[in-house]
């Protein structure tokens, strides 16, 4: 039982590339969830998806695009990578999605937009 | 919208000490209240949760008490180790609208010195 896998573990970008990271689970958890994690921020919800082919905005959405075909995977993709997205982005999962559920989070994406 | 408080960091404690790191909310309805843990270059795990008024959680040694009074949810640990320098992020869950909404507080370093 691997859990949440994150890929890449570190990614540099140029201004204006785009590029996906992918995120997996194999715990059957319907909700899954994107953050990024900024110093002296906290966590802050970029996308999350309640099952597969459902998909929501959190907090922080713009720049961000995602999408849900599978319970198991959940990938974030940059349109167009600018500056301000460098940040640590963490992937995670919970059974239902309810309040009591627990997240379950992977290691995280650690993103450099040049 | 719902908020999290907790105590600026870092907090530096000598092993065995005791530790307290407070955290208070903001919610309309009835929150869950969590304590999550980040070690050095991980992804935050589950350290203990409460679901409802006057729950203890507890794990690992460290205590949590939802007072819906103070609209509370205070970190304690008798006796802290060198182990136990991290990151606590204090959050909450609703259910709102049918969506689920978690919000994390900015996290709290602690450093524990031999």
Same mark, same amino acid.
């Given at each position: 039982?691997a859990?949440?896998t994150?890929?890449?573990?570190?990614?540099?970008?140029k201004? !204006?590339?785009?590029?996906?990271? %992918?995120c997996? %689970?194999?715990?059957n958890?319907e909700y899954?969830?994107?953050?990024?994690?900024?110093?002296?921020m906290?966590?802050r919800?970029?996308?999350?998806?309640? $099952?597969?082919g459902? &998909?929501?905005?959190?907090?922080?959405?713009?720049?961000?695009?995602?999408? #849900?075909? &599978? /319970?198991?995977?959940f990938? @974030? #993709?940059?349109?167009s990578?600018a500056p301000?997205q460098?940040?640590?982005?963490?992937?995670?999962s919970s059974?239902?999605?309810?309040?009591t559920?627990?997240?379950?989070f992977?290691?995280?994406t650690?993103?450099t937009? @040049? | 919208g719902?908020?999290v408080t907790?105590?600026e !960091?870092?907090?530096?404690?000598?092993?065995?000490?005791?530790?307290?790191?407070?955290?208070?909310?903001t919610?309309?309805?009835?929150p869950?209240?969590?304590?999550?843990? %980040? +070690?050095p !270059?991980? $992804?935050l795990?589950?350290?203990?949760?409460?679901?409802?008024?006057?729950?203890k959680?507890s794990?690992?040694?460290f205590?949590? &008490? +939802?007072?819906?009074?103070t609209?509370?949810?205070?970190?304690e640990? !008798?006796s802290? %180790?060198?182990s136990?320098?991290?990151?606590?992020?204090?959050a909450?869950s609703t259910?709102?609208?049918?969506?689920y *909404?978690? /919000?994390?507080? #900015?996290? /709290?370093?602690? *450093?524990v010195?031999?």
């Open positions: 039982n859990g949440v994150q890929t890449p573990k570190f990614q540099v970008l201004t !204006g590339q785009s590029m996906t990271l %992918q997996a %689970q194999d715990m958890h899954m969830s994107w953050y990024r994690q900024d110093p002296g906290g966590l919800l970029i996308h999350y998806s309640v $099952g597969a459902i &998909t929501d905005q959190g907090e922080v959405p713009n720049g961000y695009n995602v999408s #849900r075909s &599978t /319970t198991e995977d990938p @974030l #993709r940059l349109l990578a301000s460098t940040s640590v982005y963490f992937c995670a059974y239902y999605g309810t309040s559920d627990t997240q379950y992977g290691p995280g650690r993103l937009v @040049l | 719902d908020s907790q105590m !960091g870092p907090v530096t404690l000598s092993e065995e000490a005791f530790l307290t790191i407070n955290c208070t909310y919610a309309t309805g009835y869950s209240l969590f304590w999550y843990v %980040q +070690y !270059g991980e $992804g795990q589950l350290l203990l949760k409460a679901t409802k008024a006057d729950d959680g794990n690992k040694g205590e949590a &008490t +939802y007072r819906k009074e609209t509370s949810f205070h970190l640990k !008798g802290v %180790q060198v136990d320098s991290a990151v606590y992020f204090c909450l259910t709102s609208g049918g969506s *909404i978690p /919000t994390f507080g #900015r996290g /709290t370093s602690l *450093i010195h031999p």
